[in-house]
């Protein structure tokens, strides 16, 4: 099992550079779209949506991210208030509230509030900032992940939330705080990351951007224990489904944007 996850990571990995640093801004748009459909598809199969209602889904939601791209309009500050209702709101009281059902109706509307504005991050700081500087953002999910990892692994005793993920900790999460600050530090002294200006932008950034992802990864895990499902999805050998890998980077993503469209 082990091998074979590490397999399907890196092979992953080689392939998020390859789009990322080596195909068009076409091509880039098109394969981070088709990485949000699989993971809506995921989530609207979980809660049985029938073929011709995940059809009606799909055809809906890239209607309004095709829409957006052509609108003559910026459409950047409804986006960031999007974002911030939806991970600063309305996810953290469902992980309060911890609803044992969701409506069809309402996971329609979580698919447009995640995905929409992570594809509009995604592509928005791509064309921005360039390849390396969205590397640099879509790694703070995976560095804060890794800390909360090895860290609650070896030191976690208390649980962050029991109900929802009986294996996070918050030694982990704390851990991974760290480790994220460190590494936006890191970026800071070395001018390698144009989004954070001074340490107190690191500081700022670090904080708001890992509580995300972790509200992010617990969302996802409540939104499968709702629909009484242990993965997403089974596309990837070793990882479950899209949805599984991606849920604290397009909080990220998204907050990400946010906090950057509120810095220009």
Same mark, same amino acid.
């Given at each position: 099992m082990l091998k074979q996850r590490i397999t399907t990571a890196l092979l992953l990995f080689i392939a998020c550079i390859g789009v990322i640093f080596y195909t068009?801004?076409?091509?880039?748009? *098109?394969?981070? !779209?088709?990485?949000?459909?699989? =993971?809506?598809?995921?989530?609207? /199969?979980?809660? &049985?949506?029938?073929?011709?209602?995940?059809?009606?889904?799909?055809?809906?939601?890239?209607a309004i991210a095709i829409s957006i791209s052509y609108l003559?309009?910026?459409v950047s500050q409804i986006i960031r208030i999007a974002v911030v209702a939806m991970w600063c709101f309305i996810v953290p009281l469902t992980l309060i509230f911890t609803p044992k059902k969701f409506t069809k109706v309402i996971i329609f509307s979580f698919a447009i509030l995640i995905f929409i504005p992570a594809y509009y991050?995604?592509?928005?700081?791509?064309?921005?900032?360039?390849?390396?500087?969205?590397?640099?953002?879509? *790694?703070?999910? !995976?560095?804060?992940?890794?800390? =909360?990892?090895?860290?609650?692994? /070896?030191?976690? &005793?208390?649980?962050?939330?029991?109900?929802?993920s009986p294996g996070k900790s918050i030694e982990g999460a704390?851990?991974?705080?760290?480790?994220?600050?460190?590494?936006l530090s890191a970026l800071h002294y070395f001018n390698l990351a144009y989004y954070l200006p001074t340490y107190h932008h690191v500081f700022k950034f670090a904080i708001i951007v890992t509580v995300i992802s972790i509200i992010g990864d617990l969302?996802?895990?409540?939104?499968?224990?709702?629909?009484?499902v242990k993965d997403s999805g089974s596309i990837l050998p070793g990882h479950g489904g899209v949805f599984d890998r991606i849920d604290s980077l397009v909080a990220v993503l998204a907050i990400s944007f946010a906090i950057i469209r509120g810095m220009i």
């Open positions: 068009s801004p076409a091509a880039f748009a *098109a394969c981070s !779209w088709l990485m949000c459909l699989v =993971a809506i598809y995921e989530l609207t /199969k979980m809660y &049985k949506f029938t073929n011709i209602e995940i059809l009606f889904s799909t055809v809906i939601i890239t003559n309009y910026d991050a995604l592509t928005v700081l791509h064309a921005l900032f360039g390849p390396w500087q969205l590397i640099s953002i879509m *790694a703070i999910a !995976w560095v804060a992940d890794t800390g =909360a990892y090895f860290v609650g692994k /070896k030191f976690g &005793k208390h649980k962050l939330a029991k109900k929802i704390i851990g991974g705080l760290i480790l994220v600050i460190a590494y969302f996802e895990s409540w939104l499968k224990r709702v629909a009484d």
